[in-house]
Nanobody, 116 residues
């Protein structure tokens, strides 16, 4: 299992970013995918989850609901995190995650910094 995130960067408050996670080494379309984030000095927190089939079953943490979405492309084996109306408190390292063979798998992370 390999997960590779990309798309992070520096953005002003109110701006948007789209993170991507490229998956390989497993049958992507059979698994839930998740995005987590970890800010300096804080614990890693779950941001969003999307079921294997995608569609309307995604769930979101309260701080991001209504601003973030988590679409997936099962053909391309990609999951995204579309982040709109970014806030200072969204600054964190963002990680893609899946649970496979009774283990959590993580990407290397991509940094998102919201600053004016």
């Amino acid at each position: 299992v390999q997960l590779v995130e990309s798309g992070g960067g520096l953005v002003q408050p109110g701006g948007s970013l789209r993170l991507s996670c490229a998956a390989s080494g497993f049958t992507f379309s059979n698994y839930y995918m998740k995005w987590y984030r970890q800010a300096p000095g804080k614990e890693r927190e779950l941001v969003a989850t999307i079921p294997s089939a995608g569609g309307g079953g995604a769930t979101y943490a309260d701080p991001v609901r209504g601003r973030f979405t988590i679409p997936r492309d099962n053909v391309a084996k990609l999951v995204y995190l579309q982040m709109n109306n970014l806030k200072f408190e969204d600054t964190a390292m963002y990680y893609c995650n899946t649970f496979h063979s009774w283990k959590d798998f993580w990407g290397q992370g991509t940094q998102v910094t919201v600053s004016s």
